[in-house]
């Protein structure tokens, strides 16, 4: 992409913030936005930067951003500063990464009380319809610092906040990468073409010398059997997270069968960076990274016998894809100061029944580490294969049995879906808080405010209230839902330690190459091609499985950066 189009967008976002700049519900002691200045025209998407504020008159300013602690390193989630006259503070801003820029809001110095928006909209949505005007919208209460450099906030209901004035700063996402190859989404202290990179490393078809599986990337990872190929993955994976600077435990579980015989039966590899503040208080992500072993001794091409059997040997969405952003995920954290202990398991065994995961959670969390509460568990398994893909196999399944909006009718699964437990009740919302915080970060950081939904099955079957709900709701792309079952690892911290879990996928039994040879990430990328539909030609393939890798990947370290601060417990208990 030029640079002069990116210079062209700058000026346009420049514009619109003057518009979006202004006074909300009265004259608010006479500040206007004028009176704050900002020393960046245009932020940097995607990354922490310095912004630094001065102010012509007394005001306080409240920044409804992540941020980090000049003093404790760790990132908080929001502030109210006072700013005096003539006055500059300096604060360093996680640029939300997919959307347009930030809003600043400004009111009377000291000001306790502030307003907010509802967790499915986006600030701009809020400031287009005026929503310090709203009556029942809830308010946001100033805390006074604590153990921190800044003051925090504390969402209350029906705080009667009164005006605001706001104050915009554009932002844009530089690259000097196509868009027809992810350009749109690679830039940032994380992305989605640093993960499809990575993607590719692990699932390389080249030929090789590789004695182990004969390819470039590490195939035939099969677990539970021992076998080269797999034990070759775990060293390509334990180097990989040491060179972050991780300190990593390679944890191995096995039984003793009738013939007296040890076998194994998951290893796992799990890297570890210790919190500064409540070590014994984990919070940890996971993806397995096992594949379907074959059913048979022939793995068959369902492209060439026209059926499905069982097996893979890349394993691309399931789940590559899922390692590749756990793995990109602690590079991007590595360097952070965090408040609780930070852990990346890269699981085995998933494929046969949770079996590394319900392990690990059993022994080395209850048994071994009994003083270790697990808070929260964020799940990344088959991502990659969701919208903004196209919704159909383009040269997979002979009968795809397309319906008239050109989804694939067993396409109820289709979109992204952002699944939390437990969640046992199919009509109603038993983790709020995590529904809540999920919505709060796809409304406005990931700009998917359009695209969203939160599925609740009020009124609905028990067995397909999912499916019902979504088509009622006119197909959202995105859904954010509670669970009633559990296919992955998650299954084990809600079961085996009572966790909230949040995870992310995309379509499962629809893709025709699930748990399939052809499982590659050629094949997603076919999977994922809108050119020619109306979507614009720079929407190839590669271009929206890394777009959605982006998407992703950085809802499971925003969520990282919420939970850090304030974990979220299981409602039920």
């Given at each position: 992409m030029s640079r002069d189009w990116r210079v062209a967008l700058s000026m346009v976002l420049m514009m619109a913030s003057a518009s979006a700049s202004g006074c909300f519900g009265g004259d608010n002691n006479d500040i206007d936005s004028s009176d704050l200045s900002v020393d960046v025209d245009v932020l940097a998407s995607g990354f922490f930067q310095t912004v630094e504020l001065r102010s012509s008159v007394k005001m306080s300013v409240y920044v409804p951003y992540l941020l980090l602690d000049p003093e404790t390193g760790f990132v908080q989630n929001s502030t109210v500063i006072d700013i005096g006259k003539g006055s500059t503070v300096?604060?360093?801003?996680?640029?939300?990464?997919?959307?347009d820029g930030i809003y600043l809001l400004l009111g009377e110095y000291g000001r306790v009380h502030w307003p907010i928006r509802s967790e499915s909209e986006s600030w701009s949505t809020w400031a287009t319809r005026g929503g310090d005007e709203g009556l029942d919208d809830a308010g946001a209460i100033r805390v006074p610092a604590n153990g921190t450099t800044f003051d925090t906030l504390e969402i209350q209901p029906a705080v009667m906040a009164g005006s605001v004035e706001l104050k915009f700063i554009p932002s844009i996402r530089e690259s000097s990468i196509a868009m027809e190859e992810g350009g749109g989404h690679s830039s940032g202290m994380l992305h989605g073409r640093i993960v499809y990179e990575?993607?590719?490393?692990?699932?390389?078809?080249?030929?090789?010398?590789?004695?182990?599986?004969?390819?470039?990337?590490?195939?035939?990872?099969?677990?539970?059997?021992?076998?080269?190929?797999?034990?070759?993955?775990?060293?390509?994976?334990?180097?990989?997270?040491?060179?972050?600077?991780?300190?990593?435990?390679?944890?191995?579980?096995?039984?003793?069968?009738?013939?007296?015989?040890?076998?194994?039966?998951?290893?796992?590899?799990?890297?570890?960076?210790?919190?500064?503040?409540?070590?014994?208080?984990?919070?940890?992500?996971?993806?397995?990274?096992?594949?379907?072993?074959?059913?048979?001794?022939?793995?068959?091409?369902?492209?060439?016998?026209?059926?499905?059997?069982?097996?893979?040997?890349?394993?691309?969405?399931?789940?590559?894809?899922?390692?590749?952003?756990?793995?990109?995920?602690?590079?991007?954290?590595?360097?952070?100061?965090?408040?609780?202990?930070?852990?990346?398991?890269?699981?085995?065994?998933?494929?046969?029944?949770?079996?590394?995961?319900?392990?690990?959670?059993?022994?080395?969390?209850?048994?071994?580490?009994?003083?270790?509460?697990?808070?929260?568990?964020?799940?990344?398994?088959?991502?990659g294969v969701n919208w903004p893909g196209?919704?159909?196999?383009?040269?997979?399944?002979?009968?795809?049995?397309?319906?008239?909006?050109?989804?694939?009718?067993?396409?109820?699964?289709?979109?992204?879906?952002?699944?939390?437990?437990?969640?046992?009740?199919?009509?109603?919302?038993?983790?709020?808080?995590?529904?809540?915080?999920?919505?709060?970060?796809?409304?406005?950081?990931?700009?998917?405010?359009?695209?969203?939904?939160?599925?609740?099955?009020?009124?609905?079957?028990?067995?397909?209230?999912?499916?019902?709900?979504?088509?009622?709701?006119?197909?959202p792309e995105v859904i954010v839902y509670e669970d009633t079952t559990a296919r992955s690892d998650h299954a084990s911290f809600q079961d085996n330690l009572g966790t909230v879990t949040v995870g992310f996928g995309g379509l499962v039994d629809g893709y025709w190459c699930y748990h399939q040879v052809c499982d590659t990430l050629e094949e997603m990328e076919d999977w994922m091609d809108t050119t020619g539909k109306d979507y614009g030609d720079e929407n190839t393939g590669v271009a929206n499985v890394v777009n959605s890798l982006d998407m992703i990947t950085w809802w499971a370290m925003l969520t990282f950066f919420h939970c850090d601060e304030s974990p979220i417990y299981n409602a039920l208990l």
């Open positions: 300096s604060l360093d801003v996680l640029v939300p990464p997919r959307s990575r993607l590719y490393e692990i699932s390389d078809p080249t030929d090789t010398l590789d004695p182990v599986d004969g390819k470039a990337g590490y195939f035939d990872r099969w677990a539970g059997q021992g076998n080269p190929a797999y034990e070759d993955a775990a060293l390509y994976i334990i180097g990989e997270l040491e060179s972050f600077g991780l300190e990593v435990i390679a944890h191995r579980y096995e039984y003793t069968d009738i013939m007296n015989v040890q076998n194994p039966e998951a290893y796992n590899i799990c890297a570890y960076k210790w919190g500064s503040m409540y070590p014994d208080e984990w919070m940890v992500f996971g993806a397995h990274f096992d594949v379907a072993p074959p059913a048979n001794a022939v793995l068959l091409d369902p492209h060439v016998v026209g059926f499905r059997t069982y097996g893979t040997r890349a394993g691309a969405y399931d789940n590559s894809a899922g390692t590749a952003m756990v793995m990109e995920t602690a590079r991007a954290l590595a360097d952070f100061d965090t408040r609780r202990t930070m852990v990346f398991c890269l699981w085995s065994g998933e494929e046969g029944g949770k079996r590394g995961s319900d392990y690990w959670t059993e022994y080395h969390v209850k048994e071994d580490n009994p003083q270790v509460t697990v808070m929260n568990y964020i799940n990344l398994d088959m991502a196209g919704g159909g196999a383009p040269h997979g399944d002979p009968d795809p049995q397309i319906d008239e909006d050109g989804y694939p009718k067993d396409s109820e699964v289709w979109p992204l879906r952002v699944y939390i437990g437990p969640g046992p009740n199919h009509d109603a919302i038993d983790q709020p808080e995590m529904v809540g915080i999920s919505n709060w970060i796809g409304a406005d950081a990931l700009g998917l405010e359009e695209q969203m939904g939160t599925l609740v099955g009020t009124n609905y079957s028990a067995d397909t209230w999912k499916t019902d709900v979504w088509l009622d709701m006119d197909r």
